[in-house]
């Protein structure tokens, strides 16, 4: 069977905590039971084997025993999370899902059937194959949201290989590749899952000193909140070993700043998208932006610029977009990045990237700059169209609490001229503007016009 791999993990861990929701601990054992239990209710509820079972949750104790049970029921899990709110109807739509399993905040579950009847190609595949299935939803942050369709035994197929056995902040959403490879990962190799009520610097470094959290899974906006709301200073975060970050290019100040905080941290950039799930890496060292990725059932290659992977794990197709792949397999990631024998930086998604009168800008190193100044606590870069040049460089940059009073026009003034201290002249923003509103998704990526 698909989880016998993983059921042993448990078995043989039994009296070990696998999950902390709520200030209360529940072991493997209670996981093992629990995954029981739901296997019987989906059987006395009548739930076809490989229907399309849509999961509204969050990191909770049903919402994980119940998404190995639906996995070891054959079903195709479309799991959602209260971020995509507003699209909920639509990518339930999307994915014809059959049967609605809504967790709510005492971690009850309500069992519903769905009008739809699930008939996409996609599905019929992965049912003649005899596997189970999961839709995960892009960010959609530059259009239409695509739901990618995996065959989960590839996908599971890496975490046969034990890894170290971890505390671990589940920070990454349930209904994102990242928090579902934090959660077979941890649960793979007997670690303990760590929930918190809510994504504020404050409440996740609480959880990080209360219960011992030794790998923090996060993005680099976060980190960055992390720094502008001194929320380290308030916690003891001794037990902490390694920092994973991807979703985002990381600023290099952001980078530099937490390995000054925290030398001793491993700092550990990661990669991954929906459409392939997560790649092993290795950073150069902690205070490096290059890194090598790839690892067994992936190939990588260089494009133009762009990166391409090849993954074993890589998505069937999408439901509801045409293939992306080459025909002899490779995925364009859509990522321009710079080479360095074995090892990549990241400069940016290529649907970002600026053209000033031919000339490139990647947002990401202009933020990087902008974001040196103690006197801004955040900045997003992007384009606007210009007549002249094609477009033109714009900044919205929110100030620290310290420099809040500092007058507007002071404040740009000192962010234009460092910017001409550090940049070469095409990248430096011809229009900035002082905002005070968030610039961050649900997902915690930076949000870019």
């Keep these: ?41 989906l059987e006395n509820e009548k739930i076809a084997r490989t229907s399309v079972t849509v999961l509204e949750a969050d990191f909770s104790p049903n919402a994980v025993a119940l998404f190995f049970a639906l996995l070891d029921h054959n ?3 479309v799991p959602l999370t209260a971020s995509v709110k ?37 599905y019929t595949q992965l049912r003649n194959n005899g596997h189970p299935g999961i839709v995960l939803f892009s960010s959609g942050s530059t259009g239409e949201s695509k739901a990618a369709v995996h065959d989960m035994v590839p996908l599971l197929d890496k975490f046969k290989q034990r890894r170290p056995s971890l505390r671990t902040i589940a920070f990454l959403l349930y209904d994102h590749i990242g928090g579902v490879n934090t959660m077979l990962h941890t649960l793979s190799n007997a670690g303990c899952i760590i929930t918190v009520r809510e994504r504020h610097p404050d409440v996740v470094l609480e959880a990080i000193e209360k219960y011992k959290a030794e790998l923090l899974p996060t993005s680099p906006t976060f980190l960055n909140l992390v720094l502008m709301t001194e929320a380290y200073k308030r916690h003891d975060l001794s037990s902490l070993k390694t920092i994973s970050y991807g979703t985002e ?17 491993n700092l ?23 890194v090598k990725i790839g690892g ?37 990631t859509g990522d321009v990045v710079e080479v360095d024998g074995d090892h990549i930086r990241f400069l940016g998604r290529k649907s970002e990237v600026i053209n000033i009168g031919g000339e490139k800008v990647y ?23 210009n007549a002249i040049t094609g477009s033109i460089v714009c900044a919205d940059v929110t100030p620290s609490a310290a420099a809040a009073q500092l007058d507007h026009k002071e404040v ?19 229009k900035v503007k002082i905002v005070t509103e968030s610039h961050y998704t649900e997902r915690f990526k930076k949000s870019r016009r």
């Design 1 to 41: 069977m698909v989880l016998d791999f993983l059921l042993q993990v448990w078995t043989d861990n039994h009296d070990r905590e696998a999950i902390v929701w709520r200030d209360e601990a529940y072991t493997y054992g209670w996981l093992i039971e629990r995954f029981g239990d739901w296997k019987r209710t």
């Design 75 to 77: 079903c195709i899990l």
């Design 86 to 122: 507003a699209k909920r109807d639509e990518f339930v739509s999307i994915a014809q899902g059959e049967f609605s399993f809504a967790i709510g905040d005492r971690d009850f579950v309500s069992i519903k059937r769905l009008s739809y009847t699930a008939e996409h190609p996609l």
């Design 249 to 265: 290019p990381m600023p290099e100040f952001t980078l530099r700043r937490f390995h000054e905080l925290f030398p001793r941290l």
């Design 268 to 290: 550990q950039q990661t990669y991954g998208l929906s459409e392939l799930g997560i790649l092993r890496s290795k950073s150069k060292d902690a205070n490096s932006l290059w």
């Design 296 to 332: 067994e059932g992936f190939e990588t290659r260089v494009v133009d610029g762009t990166l391409q992977i090849k993954a074993r794990s890589a998505m069937l197709g999408y439901l509801n977009a045409p293939s992306p792949f080459t025909e002899d397999g490779w995925f364009n």
């Design 363 to 385: 947002p990401a190193e202009v933020e990087s700059v902008i974001e040196e100044l103690p006197s801004i606590a955040q900045a997003v870069v992007y384009g606007e169209k």
């Design 412 to 430: 740009i003034s000192s962010i234009k001229q460092h910017c001409r201290d550090r940049l070469q002249k095409y990248k430096v923003p011809v």
